[in-house]
């Protein structure tokens, strides 16, 4: 099992910019959760999806922010148009509803300048 | 109400000693926590969970305690080793559909040899 996979692994972008992060969660998992982690305000759930639909979208900071998941393998993060302030390591982790454990995958370190 | 709360923020222990991390919450909805281990530029890796219907659970040299009634808990790493500095993460959830968990705001850990 090749874990929960996120792309990139590092984003250098301008202010202004759309930025799309990616994750690939483990096959079978059917719960997809988005974190975003700062040294101020540590890890921060933005969304979270089951069965592929999204049921809590409350953590998501503003409008720019979205996130889709299309298919059971697939789920993106966009951010439109990013800001300096979204500069941070983004999290995906999947789990399985027979069980509680999360697993994470590598993050995306995403630095807005 | 679904705030974790977390302390130390940092601590430092002597290689051989037994470091103590505590985590308190106040949503008695809450019946599944875990801990969560995170080395630098990895994501947060499950480490040991426990339920409200023991009072410890122990696994190699990490062992949780639970008080249910102080709504409380605590881990408790044995012989710590240079090899656990990282940073620890306690974390809870109700088991409704989507096993979302609330995280602590993390631990800094360093086992000095």
């Known amino acids: 099992d090749a874990g929960v996979i996120q792309s990139p692994r590092h984003e250098v972008t301008e202010m202004g910019q759309e930025v799309t992060l990616r994750c690939k969660p483990i096959?079978?998992?059917?719960?997809l959760f988005w974190y975003r982690q700062t040294m101020m305000r540590g890890l921060e759930l933005l969304i979270y999806?089951?069965?592929?639909?999204?049921?809590?979208d409350s953590g998501m900071p503003e409008d720019r922010f979205s996130a889709k998941m299309p298919n059971a393998s697939f789920s993106t993060l966009k951010i439109q148009p990013s800001e300096p302030r979204d500069s941070a390591v983004y999290f995906c982790?999947?789990?399985?509803?027979?069980?509680?454990?999360?697993?994470f995958g590598s993050g995306t370190r995403l630095t807005v300048v | 109400q679904q705030q974790v709360k977390q302390s130390p923020q940092s601590l430092i222990v002597q290689k051989g000693g037994i470091s103590i991390i505590n985590c308190a919450y106040e949503n008695t909805a809450f019946d599944y926590f875990p801990w969560y281990q995170q080395f630098p530029g990895k994501g947060p890796a499950l480490l040991i969970a426990?339920?409200?219907?023991?009072s410890e659970k122990k696994e190699g040299r990490f062992t949780i305690s639970f008080n249910k009634s102080a709504k409380q808990f605590s881990l408790h790493i044995m012989d710590s080793q240079p090899g656990d500095s990282a940073t620890y993460f306690c974390?809870?959830?109700?088991?409704?559909?989507?096993?979302?968990?609330?995280f602590g705001s993390g631990t800094r850990l360093l086992v000095r040899p």
């Open positions: 426990i339920r409200p219907d023991v």
């Open positions: 999806f089951n069965n592929n639909v999204p049921i809590d």
């Open positions: 982790a999947s789990s399985s509803t027979l069980n509680y454990g999360y697993t």
């Open positions: 974390a809870a959830s109700i088991a409704d559909s989507s096993y979302k968990l609330i």
């Open positions: 096959s079978g998992h059917n719960s």
